[in-house]
């Protein structure tokens, strides 16, 4: 049991917008430490999607956008893509376990 | 370009001891903390350790600290992982990952360690 929580999946059509949630605590989200987001696509290493609550790595489509408020961060994908298919996980720093900690995943189904 | 290659699958038994690597290349490995990631089979991401190899500074998780042991050789820009005595719950994907502030910008392809008698 993650210390952080996203919900277990989510599902859109393509071209829909969806958005995945991450909620903390005291401890790491609302202690005001960055949510990074991650993106794992079937049978690969994750790759970072989001950094810093809401900076796109070079490369990353605008179509996915983060955003932080209090102890909740959210991940939103616009125009869903059939490619999008996959789990995201969101990641923060948690100061009572002094050390990073990843929400549970969400997998994320394109209709 | 910034890579950082796992050892290959390993296949061991319960009771065994095992050491997988991560070598660094692209950049200044002795300046960037490495972190280690387990993934379950059909679970999510769990934050394991990190070791800054400018220094050996280790940090562990609580859930894995006295468990696994974390290390690495500057001088061949390695990263490691390791096991004393395997369990079968140790059966899992491991990933290094090289981290930026608090994120981890690049990460290995991984390396799956199978446990079974």
């Known amino acids: 049991q993650s210390v952080v929580t996203q919900p277990p999946s989510v599902s859109g059509a393509p071209g829909q917008r969806v958005t995945i949630s991450c909620t903390g605590s005291?401890?790491?989200?609302?202690?005001?430490?960055?949510v990074h987001w991650y993106q794992q696509l079937p049978e690969t290493a994750p790759k970072l999607l989001i950094y810093?609550?809401?900076n796109r790595p070079s490369g990353v489509p605008d179509r996915f956008s983060g955003s932080k408020s209090g102890s909740s961060a959210s991940l939103a994908i616009t125009g869903l893509q059939a490619e999008d298919e996959a789990d995201y996980y969101c990641?923060?720093?948690?100061?009572?376990?002094?050390?990073?900690?990843f929400g549970g995943g969400t997998k994320l189904t394109v209709l | 370009e910034v890579q950082l290659v796992q050892s290959g699958a390993e296949v061991k038994k319960p009771g065994e001891s095992l050491k997988i690597s991560c070598k660094g290349s692209?950049?200044?490995?002795?300046?960037?903390?490495i972190g280690w990631v387990r993934q379950m089979p059909g679970k999510g991401l769990e934050w394991m350790g990190i070791?800054?190899?400018?220094?050996?500074?280790?940090r562990y998780s609580p859930s894995f600290q006295g468990q696994v042991t974390i290390s690495a050789d500057k001088s061949i820009t390695t990263a490691y992982l390791q096991w004393n005595s395997l369990k079968a719950s140790d059966t899992a994907m491991y990933y290094c990952?090289?981290?930026?502030?608090?994120?981890?910008?690049?990460w290995g392809q991984g390396t799956l360690v199978t446990v079974s008698s």
């Open positions: 990952a090289r981290r930026n502030g608090h994120y981890f910008s690049y």
């Open positions: 070791i800054y190899p400018g220094d050996s500074d280790t």
């Open positions: 692209g950049y200044s490995f002795t300046t960037y903390w």
């Open positions: 810093d609550n809401n």
């Open positions: 005291s401890s790491n989200i609302g202690a005001g430490y960055d």
């Open positions: 990641q923060s720093y948690d100061s009572s376990l002094s050390g990073s900690v």
